[in-house]
């Protein structure tokens, strides 16, 4: 076998994996785009928004957290296009509704499309020589994209409606699926995917219950503004198609993170590049809503994405580190799903109490500081063990 046809056998599992995160992701990219679209159009409240977010979320988590203990018997590839199906008709479904609660309806389908997807990307992964440098090329795959939809997606809004931006999503979705081909077409089949082997012990006892915790916290902080990202610049006078091309050059830094991250990460320290992360994730929360001027909310923005996705893949890093299987790293994207759908809500009571989303950041803030005191001397064992 050449080198081309090892090149191209080690790549397009990657592809795959770049595919599927961009199809489990693009309600949590591109909803503050619909909810911004569909506050202007219908006039819904903040907190009914926030409602509508959450209940894609927690649809989003309840189907990873029923299949999480079933991955052993599920094929990426059939997962990934049974997810694909739900998430088009779902999308592409809202367009012609105009009422709250259809509307209510459809997300929840959408959202049990995206967890089942989020559960095929983590089942190729979990196969992947190393998962979390798999995640972070896969991540880079899906920003890339990103960077592109950021700039064309509000336009498509400014200029047709709510409507449009909904078959557009949908419609990307359903080309994202092509891909799937590329991603495994049988159920797991190595010993430690199947079997619940004993820990390692360098982290045996509750490392789950910690990893799940840190994760917990670090989304219902850092997340909590996600949905409402549009609205806060919105707030200091920035339009949405600027707003677009702020995201669009944040997506590509947040590519460019990730793509550093899958070059170095088996080499370097997760405790340090954890704290890291984490902390300027905290900030970058916080320069999110406290912000007055373009300037400073696109550099908030733009560090904010970076450094998000950076400490997503290292905690599911961690994560496959405890359970190789994958079981863990599916209930910790589980986990993320519940808390950010909880962080959407209380953003739009706060919002809609206070008038405004000030408190959300700096609230963003104290959990990631909290999560990185939970999950760090876990990461310090584990760098140590390597070492």
Same mark, same amino acid.
């Given at each position: 076998?050449?080198?081309?046809?090892?090149?191209?056998?080690?790549?397009?599992?990657?592809?795959?994996?770049?595919?599927?995160?961009?199809?489990?992701?693009?309600?949590?990219?591109?909803?503050?785009?619909?909810?911004?679209?569909?506050?202007?159009?219908?006039?819904?409240?903040?907190?009914?928004?926030?409602?509508?977010?959450?209940?894609?979320?927690?649809?989003?988590?309840?189907?990873?957290?029923?299949?999480?203990?079933?991955?052993?018997?599920?094929?990426?590839?059939?997962?990934?296009?049974?997810?694909?199906?739900?998430?088009?008709?779902?999308?592409?479904?809202?367009?012609?509704?105009?009422?709250?609660?259809?509307?209510?309806?459809?997300?929840?389908?959408?959202?049990?499309?995206?967890?089942?997807?989020?559960?095929?990307?983590?089942?190729?992964?979990?196969?992947?020589?190393?998962?979390?440098?798999?995640?972070?090329?896969?991540?880079?795959?899906?920003?890339?994209?990103?960077?592109?939809?950021?700039?064309?997606?509000?336009?498509? +809004? *400014?200029?047709?409606?709510?409507?449009?931006?909904?078959?557009? !999503?949908?419609?990307?979705? #359903?080309? &994202? @699926?092509? /891909? =799937?081909?590329?991603?495994?077409?049988?159920?797991?089949?190595?010993?430690?995917?199947?079997?619940?082997?004993?820990?390692?012990?360098?982290?045996?006892?509750?490392?789950?219950?910690?990893?799940?915790?840190?994760?917990?916290?670090?989304?219902?902080?850092?997340?909590?503004?996600?949905?409402?990202?549009?609205?806060?610049?919105?707030?200091?006078?920035?339009?949405?198609?600027?707003?677009?091309?702020?995201?669009?050059?944040?997506?590509?830094?947040?590519?460019?993170?990730?793509?550093?991250?899958?070059?170095?990460?088996?080499?370097?320290?997760?405790?340090?590049?954890?704290? +890291? *992360?984490?902390?300027?994730?905290?900030?970058?929360?916080?320069? !999110?809503?406290?912000?007055? #001027?373009? &300037? @400073?909310? /696109? =550099?908030?923005?733009?560090?904010?994405?970076?450094?998000?996705?950076?400490?997503?893949?290292?905690?599911?890093?961690?994560?496959?580190?405890?359970?190789?299987?994958?079981?863990?790293?599916?209930?910790?994207?589980?986990?993320?799903?519940?808390?950010?759908?909880?962080?959407?809500?209380?953003?739009?009571?706060?919002?809609?109490?206070?008038?405004?989303?000030?408190?959300?950041?700096?609230?963003?803030?104290?959990?990631?500081?909290?999560?990185?005191?939970?999950?760090?001397?876990?990461?310090?064992?584990?760098?140590?063990?390597?070492?």
């Amino acid at each position: 076998m050449d080198r081309r046809t090892v090149a191209i056998g080690r790549l397009a599992p990657l592809l795959g994996i770049g595919a599927a995160t961009a199809t489990a992701h693009i309600g949590n990219n591109f909803d503050t785009y619909l909810i911004g679209g569909l506050n202007d159009r219908y006039g819904f409240t903040p907190l009914a928004m926030g409602a509508w977010n959450m209940a894609e979320a927690l649809a989003y988590a309840m189907a990873m957290f029923v299949v999480a203990p079933r991955v052993g018997t599920l094929a990426p590839r059939r997962l990934f296009v049974v997810a694909s199906g739900l998430i088009v008709t779902a999308q592409i479904g809202s367009a012609g509704l105009s009422a709250y609660a259809p509307l209510l309806a459809a997300r929840i389908v959408a959202g049990l499309g995206f967890g089942l997807a989020n559960t095929a990307l983590n089942l190729a992964a979990a196969r992947a020589e190393h998962p979390a440098r798999a995640i972070s090329i896969g991540i880079a795959i899906q920003t890339l994209l990103y960077a592109a939809i950021n700039i064309v997606l509000p336009q498509l +809004g *400014a200029r047709y409606g709510v409507a449009a931006m909904f078959v557009a !999503l949908g419609g990307l979705s #359903g080309l &994202f @699926t092509l /891909a =799937a081909r590329l991603l495994p077409a049988s159920p797991p089949v190595r010993a430690s995917q199947t079997t619940s082997a004993p820990q390692t012990p360098a982290w045996s006892g509750r490392a789950d219950v910690w990893v799940l915790l840190a994760m917990a916290l670090f989304t219902f902080g850092s997340l909590a503004i996600w949905p409402f990202t549009e609205r806060a610049a919105h707030a200091i006078a920035i339009p949405a198609t600027q707003f677009g091309r702020y995201q669009s050059l944040a997506t590509l830094a947040s590519a460019a993170s990730n793509l550093v991250l899958a070059a170095g990460v088996a080499r370097m320290r997760r405790s340090g590049l954890l704290a +890291g *992360a984490l902390v300027a994730c905290g900030l970058a929360c916080a320069g !999110l809503t406290t912000a007055t #001027g373009a &300037f @400073t909310f /696109a =550099a908030a923005l733009l560090v904010y994405n970076a450094s998000w996705f950076v400490t997503y893949a290292l905690l599911l890093g961690i994560a496959f580190a405890v359970d190789p299987a994958g079981r863990l790293a599916v209930r910790c994207s589980a986990v993320w799903l519940t808390m950010m759908s909880l962080g959407s809500l209380a953003t739009g009571a706060i919002a809609q109490i206070f008038g405004g989303y000030t408190a959300v950041g700096p609230m963003g803030l104290a959990f990631c500081l909290v999560a990185l005191g939970i999950v760090w001397p876990l990461a310090r064992r584990m760098d140590r063990a390597r070492a």
